[in-house]
Structure formats: C-alpha cells, structure tokens
Antibody, heavy 125, light 107 residues
Framework: EVQLLESGGDLVQPGGSLRLSCAAS????????MYWVRQAPGKGLEWVSS????????YYADSVKGRFTVSRDNSRNRVYLQMNSLRAEDTAVYYC??????????????????WGQGTLVIVSS | IVMTQSPATLSVSPGERATLSCRAS??????LAWYQQKPGQAPRLLIY???TRATGIPVRFSGSGSGTEFTLTISSLQSEDFAVYYC??????????FGQGTRLEVK
C-alpha cells in the first residue's frame, strides 16, 4: 500500500525557516516524480513544487520561487521542502503527493495519485 | 492557465444527479483531473485524462470534455459524496493549476 507521511510543520516567525519531510513507502520511489501542494486555511489547493524521479530537475510556483527548495533522498525514500524567508501567506497545510505516471511511460505527468495527510505550517509572530 | 469551476456551491438531494463544471482559460487537451476532498482529509484522485476513473473509484463518477470545457458527473449521489471537488490541469506541466473548488452540499 502506498503511504506518504509528512512531518516538520510548526509555528514559525515571519522571515524564519522550516524544513518539511515526506516519508514514502509501498512503491518504487525512484520511479516517480513527487510534489508538494499546499492549502491555506479555508482555501483551495495550490501546487508548490515538483521534483522528478532522479532529483535532477525541480520546479516551483512563482509564489515560492527563490525561497523554497525541494530535494529528495532516494536512498531513504524521502522528499523534502526547505522553506526560507517565510511569510504569513505561506501559512497552510502542506501535502506531499505522488505522481500517477511511472517514469519513462511517455504518458502525461501530472495527476497526483496519492496524497499524504499533510503537515500544518503557521507563519506568525 | 486559469481554471474556473462552477458553481461555487451546488445543493443536490441524495439519489439525484450532480453536474460540476470546470473551464480552462486556454486548451488543456484532455490533461484534466478531478479530486474529491472531505473535511480534515487529503484530496483523493477521482478522474484523470478527463474521463478515466482512478483505481477504486465507483462507476457513478464520470468525467467528460476536452480542450477548455469539462464536466464531472455523479450519477446518483450517496451520502459520502458530499464534499469539495477540484479540477486540475496538467497539460502545461510543470506548471500545474487547480480550480477554486465546488462544494457539493445536501439539499
């Protein structure tokens, strides 16, 4: 069974930093792109970042570009989100999600097949 | 790409049909997914490729459309179907965008 477990969410002051972690199990981690998606309280879903299977390519929403860094450790089946220069508007539940399509399939990447339960980040003084 | 869902809230009685709409600001071909989210839970993938049900999704959920106009239909609403539904385009990967959501509530 595919499982994703996020951790690292906390209360942090504006301008501060936080590192989120997502532990994956139940699938061949090295075959899939992974994502971070966030949801502000009472709001909709916002894609934050993507990292391909090898970690060689990463992508970011404009709202976090230059402040957030995604990485992965394929030896430990983990993906990370380093968040710097945090702002109040970064307050949200952060979800880790798994790509539906296996690498090399030729199919369009993008549906998020499985999501973790999320970890809450609150940016406030 | 801006994704616009309508209506924002839909009130339907159990057993009836629900039709939710999603419009893209430019063509996304068939690279469109639908998700269901219940309070306090993570989203769940329902439909991808505009019309293909994800694993384990009941047949009462169906998706249609291509280009800029998409529809999610729930043929006979069950109590567990009342939730918020989001559409997502991935045609312009790695730029991925979601609609603002439609809340499906009990009439």
């Amino acid at each position: 069974e595919v499982q994703l477990l996020e951790s690292g969410g906390d209360l942090v002051q504006p301008g501060g930093s936080l590192r989120l972690s997502c532990a994956a199990s139940g699938f061949t981690f090295t075959d899939y792109t992974m994502y971070w998606v966030r949801q502000a309280p009472g709001k909709g879903l916002e894609w934050v970042s993507s990292i391909i299977h090898s970690g060689d390519s990463t992508y970011y929403a404009d709202s976090v570009k230059g402040r957030f860094t995604v990485s992965r450790d394929n030896s430990r089946n983990r993906v990370y989100l380093q968040m710097n220069s945090l702002r109040a508007e970064d307050t949200a539940v952060y979800y880790c999600a798994k790509e539906r399509v296996v690498r090399g399939s030729g199919m369009a990447k993008g549906p998020f097949e499985k999501w973790g339960q999320g970890t809450l980040v609150i940016v406030s003084s | 790409i801006v994704m616009t869902q309508s209506p924002a809230t839909l009130s339907v009685s159990p057993g009836e049909r629900a039709t939710l709409s999603c419009r893209a600001s430019q063509s996304v071909n068939s690279n469109l997914a639908w998700y269901q989210q219940k309070p306090g839970q993570a989203p769940r993938l329902l439909i991808y490729g505009a019309s293909t049900r994800a694993t384990g999704i009941p047949v009462r959920f169906s998706g249609s459309g291509s280009g800029t106009e998409f529809t999610l239909t729930i043929s006979s609403l069950q109590s567990e179907d009342f939730a918020v539904y989001y559409c997502q385009q991935y045609n312009h990967w790695p730029s991925i965008t979601f609609g603002q959501g439609t809340r499906l509530e009990v009439k």
